[in-house]
């Protein structure tokens, strides 16, 4: 079952910030957030990933709130390779797997 | 994705024909995994090895069997094709066993059909 709920589309502009919002309310206290990407016909990219602090790094920030219930995916300046469905996820079990569900299918507009 | 090769890209098979999947890291990661996704849907885990010498079954294993070779390869095979197993087949790697909070590596994936 999936832990995750996320919008099935987002549209964003070329140059502006993504912001893509990830609900994970029964989300437990030792659980990460990761985040990955599917690009059109290839494997999932790894972007980030946080337990509670606001994370940063060169594809993407990750905010989660204080009480870890939600989250968001910011990717700064989208382009137009940033087109994308964009899985959130929380580590299911003892650690082995991804649990991978529908995401949320960004197009970034010219 | 660097580091992950899948082989072959794209294969047809008839029903009831066997073949078998490879995947190669060049990571030195412990913790191999085959998913399958079908269309308009998220990733399955089928089987998964946390090092080498174990592998364990995951949520979709019937159908498949796998082979850790060494730390670097791990094989899928399907023993007898169906057209159910028609999917994308993606190999991915972790650093470690037991380790929570290690994000996985993909390789691009195998397109398998089956008649």
């Known amino acids: 079952d999936a832990k995750t709920t996320q919008p099935p589309s987002m549209d964003c502009a070329e140059g502006r910030a993504a912001n893509l919002p990830c609900n994970h309310s029964t989300i437990s206290g030792n659980e990460y957030v990761y985040w990955y990407r599917q690009i059109h016909s290839q494997g999932p990219q790894y972007i980030i990933h946080g337990l509670k602090n606001n994370e940063t790094n060169e594809m993407a920030s990750l905010i989660i709130t204080e009480d870890r219930k939600s989250s968001t995916l910011i990717l700064p300046h989208a382009t137009l390779r940033d087109t994308a469905v964009y899985y959130c996820?929380?580590?299911?079990?003892?650690?082995?797997?991804?649990?991978f569900g529908p995401g949320t299918r960004l197009s970034v507009l010219p | 994705n660097a580091g992950v090769t899948q082989t072959p890209k794209f294969q047809v098979l008839k029903t009831g024909q066997s073949m078998t999947l490879q995947c190669a890291q060049d990571m030195n990661h412990n913790s191999m995994y085959w998913y399958r996704q079908d269309p308009g849907m998220g990733l399955r885990l089928i089987y998964y090895?946390?090092?080498?010498?174990?592998?364990d079954k995951g949520e979709v294993p019937n159908g498949y069997n796998v082979s850790r070779l060494n730390k670097r390869e791990f094989s899928l095979r399907l023993e007898s094709a169906a057209p159910s197993q028609t999917s994308v087949y993606f190999c991915?790697?972790?650093?470690?066993?037991?380790?929570?909070?290690?994000?996985?590596?993909f390789g691009d994936g195998t397109r398998l059909s089956i008649l």
């Open positions: 991915a790697t972790g650093r470690g066993s037991g380790i929570r909070n290690q994000p996985q590596h």
């Open positions: 996820i929380v580590r299911a079990g003892y650690g082995q797997n991804f649990v």
């Open positions: 090895s946390a090092s080498e010498g174990t592998t």
